[in-house]
C-alpha cells in the first residue's frame, strides 16, 4: 500500500496569512493527489484532486502542487471558515490511502 | 442534488455483527461507485471497502475476512456488514461517492459506531 506522509500535523495561523501543508507519497503516484477539508458537524470536503484542479465551489485561495511523490497545499490569506482538519489522499491506486491529517487552527 | 446518508446502530457488542446501511439520492449507484471511509476517534481516515457500479467490490485488505458490502439499487442504498467487531472497529463510518472511482467529491455526515459491551 502506498504509505503518505502529511506535514506538519498541527499549525496555527491568523486571518490573513498563508500557510502550507504537505503530503509525501511513499512511491511515485504521478499526479493523483486529493486534500479534504474536514470541519464538526460537516460533510468532508473535496477542496483539490489531480493534484492542482480546484473542486467546483473551492475558493480560488486555496491551490495544490507537486507531482511524483511531493505535494503541498496552499491557502493564502486565511479567511476564519478555513480552520479545521486537511486530510491528503492519494487516488493513483487502490487501497486508496489518506495522510493522517493537519489541524490548522487560529493563532 | 447529491445526497449520502449513513444509519445504522450506535453500539455494537465485541464479536458481533455491524450492519450499515448507505442512502443516496440525486446519483444512480449503476452510474458511480460508493465507498466506505472509517475514522476512529481523534485519528485519520482509513478506506473500507468499495461497491464499483457495475456491483462487484472491493475491500480493504486488512478487513476483508470480515467485510461484506452490497446494494439494493432501487431504493438506492448501499450496506456495510462486518462480522468479529472488536473495540478497534470503533469509528465513525462515512460513505462517499468516487467520482469516476476516484477521487471522493460527495460524502455522508458519517455515523458514529461504538463496540462495547
Known amino acids: 500500500d502506498v504509505q503518505m506522509t502529511q506535514s506538519p500535523s498541527n499549525l496555527a495561523a491568523s486571518p490573513g496569512e498563508s500557510v502550507s501543508i504537505n503530503c509525501k507519497a511513499s512511491k511515485s503516484i504521478s499526479k493523483y493527489l486529493a486534500w479534504y477539508q474536514q470541519k464538526p458537524g460537516k460533510a468532508n470536503k473535496l477542496l483539490i484532486y489531480s493534484g492542482s484542479t480546484l473542486q467546483s465551489g473551492t475558493p480560488s485561495r486555496f491551490s495544490g502542487s507537486g507531482s511524483g511523490t511531493d505535494f503541498t497545499l496552499t491557502i493564502r490569506n486565511l479567511e476564519p471558515e478555513d480552520f479545521g482538519l486537511y486530510y491528503c489522499q492519494q487516488h493513483n491506486e487502490y487501497p486508496y490511502t489518506f495522510g493522517a491529517g493537519t489541524k490548522l487552527e487560529l493563532k | 442534488q447529491v445526497q449520502l446518508k449513513e444509519s445504522g446502530p450506535g453500539l455494537v457488542q465485541p464479536s458481533q455483527t455491524l450492519s450499515l446501511t448507505c442512502t443516496v439520492s440525486g446519483f444512480s449507484l449503476t452510474s458511480n461507485s460508493v465507498h466506505w471511509v472509517r475514522q476512529p476517534p481523534g485519528k485519520g481516515l482509513e478506506w473500507v471497502g468499495a461497491i464499483w457500479s457495475g456491483g462487484s467490490t472491493d475491500y480493504n485488505s486488512a478487513l476483508k475476512s470480515r467485510l461484506s458490502i452490497s446494494r439494493d439499487t432501487s431504493k438506492s442504498q448501499v450496506f456495510l456488514k462486518m462480522n468479529s467487531l472488536q473495540t478497534e472497529d470503533t469509528a465513525i463510518y462515512f460513505c462517499?461517492?468516487?467520482?469516476?472511482?476516484?477521487?471522493?467529491?460527495?460524502w455522508g455526515q458519517g455515523v458514529m459506531v461504538t463496540v462495547s459491551s
Open positions: 462517499t461517492r468516487a467520482y469516476g472511482g476516484y477521487y471522493f467529491d460527495y
